[in-house]
């Protein structure tokens, strides 16, 4: 072909591509363009067709200095707006000279990369909390309540809630981390639901008795129950929707565990089994309900971490039920409990 490009070799491209000729004008597009830009755009001045001014400038830079150039491009119009990394580079067209314009998508790097920023100034604000308290207490102890004996004390045990404080929260990051790295990796064992949750119960029941909660575990407990999974990681999301029921809807006295199957059902090939952990507590406005399995979201943060909550429980469990191929209701409404679900497929 020369140094000639031709409308096929734009087409055979997967990257949105548009040439532009040195009348300034749209001389081809290919399919994936065309579905940025729409279809009516050859033969139209580029200027009518990509009008934000970053990317004009850039054309102009490759059309008239002859020189590579590189910006950004935005799809504001979207929902969620979509992010390219655009290239000009100088060519030579069936026309003669022009421009060759490639558009990179990079909106899930962005994304990622928000993600990222997000995720360490959320650890690093939860850390700086109890560290400042530590550092504060530490100074005090060793000034004015250096010979204050009950000062001392009662200082002391609150620098030991704060460690342990942190001390969940790393335990938490590196179950998150080992989870992730896990993720796509599908479970090939198989775990009676029922035993399960039976013994998670077992483990959790004098934390119910201390709150003055009664666990009651309710439903099909004649059929077969069983699923592929770890049994380890389902403990730790029914151990931390346990957890979270009875310190924070444990107000009406009673935790209930259900277990259902369902053998046909939309979306899983093979039924399901079911399990809701639900409580009679104040529940929540339903508005919270999207963002529940967000790292580090609370619904209350201070009352959370008055209950040595590290807001990364829920994100945990979302992850681990990926892993699983299962799926995470959550039910709840002001005054009326909460009811979290939990499905996971039968599998063969």
Avoid: W
């Amino acid at each position: 072909m020369g140094d000639t490009i031709s409308k096929s070799f734009l087409a055979a491209v997967p990257l949105p591509l548009i040439l532009i000729d040195q009348q300034e004008r749209i001389e081809a597009i290919n399919a994936p363009a065309v579905a940025l830009f729409g279809s009516a755009t050859e033969g139209r001045h580029y200027i009518t067709v990509l009008r934000q001014p970053l990317m004009i400038d850039c054309i102009e830079k490759a059309l008239k200095q002859r020189l590579e150039a590189r910006t950004r491009f935005t799809r504001p119009d979207q929902e969620s707006a979509e992010s390219y990394r655009v290239y000009a580079a100088p060519v030579n067209s069936e026309s003669g000279s022009g421009v060759l314009v490639s558009f990179e998508d990079v909106t899930d790097l962005q994304r990622a990369e928000q993600m990222r920023r997000d995720f360490v100034a959320n650890v690093s604000h939860e850390l700086k909390t109890p560290l400042t308290a530590l550092l504060s207490f530490i100074e005090t102890l060793k000034g004015a309540a250096r010979d204050d004996e009950i000062a001392r004390e009662r200082f002391l045990g609150i620098m030991e809630r704060e460690a342990e404080r942190m001390n969940r929260l790393v335990a938490d990051l590196l179950s998150l981390s080992r989870v992730e790295t896990d993720e796509r990796v599908r479970p090939t064992e198989r775990v009676d639901l029922r035993n399960l949750i039976q013994s998670t119960a077992t483990a959790i029941r004098p934390m119910a008795e201390d709150a003055g909660v009664e666990i009651a575990i309710m439903g099909d407990m004649d059929h077969d129950l069983t699923v592929p999974g770890d049994a380890d990681q389902l403990v730790q999301v029914f151990t931390n929707l346990m957890e979270n029921a009875i310190k924070y809807g444990g107000g009406g006295g009673v935790v209930t565990v259900a277990l259902s199957r369902q053998d046909r059902a939309p979306g899983f090939k093979d039924g399901f089994v079911q399990v809701d952990v639900i409580d009679q507590g104040d529940g929540f406005d339903p508005v919270h309900i999207p963002r529940l399995t967000e790292r580090f979201y609370r619904v209350d943060s201070h009352r959370s971490r008055e209950l040595g909550g590290t807001g990364l429980g829920l994100a945990i469990a979302k992850h681990i039920l990926n892993r699983h191929r299962g799926r995470f209701r959550i039910e709840s409404a002001p005054g009326r409990g909460a009811r979290f679900s939990v499905l996971l497929p039968l599998g063969s």
